[in-house]
């Protein structure tokens, strides 16, 4: 999750869920486990609602299913094993699938419609893929690449609560809110460029 947004709430979050974390583990369910069925509803609901053009209830769905991205990571940190790097590839993995099939469930209704907005939508798929491509690309070769203006978190919530809105009936709600995330997908994708140009010049 984002660190900008990540830090304030981090704590207390934790402190709500741990009960409900600790139950989870005791009735057998994995952190793993937890992260697969989250993804995979986020991913039906995005491929289902929105192309049919059910924004607002789509949008609520997903941020229920999202939680389990707050669950597992406290699953994992609380129990026995602890976390694994298995784990942390998985949580990444699905985080971009399901992050990905919201775009897409999006861009399937506008390009039904012949809405011309399909396409900054597209472009704001594609660059926020960067984002996570720029910073995962880095860290392999050893330098760290973390912050810019708008990470995971930032981005998720901005797209949701533009979809969410023109569900509700807010003029220019999703175009505001793709192009806005479109600007700032490109501004975080030269920044964490920068970032390991610094460290490599």
């Given amino acids: 999750m984002g660190t900008m947004l990540q830090i304030p709430f981090k ?7 741990t009960p409900a974390c600790r139950f989870a583990l005791k009735i057998g369910l994995t952190p793993n486990l937890v992260t697969a069925i989250g993804s995979f509803l986020v991913i039906i609901t995005s491929l289902v609602a929105y192309p049919n053009g059910h924004f607002f209830w789509g949008t609520i769905a997903i941020c229920i299913f999202s939680l ?5 990571g406290t699953m994992a940190r609380i129990s026995a ?27 399937i209704y506008l390009e039904r419609a012949a809405d011309p907005l399909f396409i900054p939508a597209l472009v704001a798929l594609i660059s926020g893929l960067m984002v996570s491509y720029v ?24 797209v949701l609560l533009g979809i969410g809105l023109h569900g509700l009936g807010v003029p220019y709600a999703l175009a505001f809110g793709i192009w806005i995330l479109v600007l700032l997908s490109l501004i975080t994708v030269a920044q964490r460029l920068f970032m390991v140009y610094q460290e490599t010049a």
């Fill in 135 to 158: 910073k995962a690309r880095a860290e392999s070769l050893d330098i760290a690449c973390n912050g810019g203006l708008a990470e995971r978190t930032e981005r998720l919530m901005l």
């Fill in 68 to 72: 389990s991205d707050l669950f597992d």
């Fill in 11 to 17: 704590a207390p979050v934790t402190r709500f869920i």
């Fill in 81 to 107: 094993k602890g976390g694994s790097p298995w784990g942390a590839l998985l949580d990444s993995t699905c985080d971009r699938i399901a992050d990905s099939t919201i775009f897409i469930g999006v861009i």
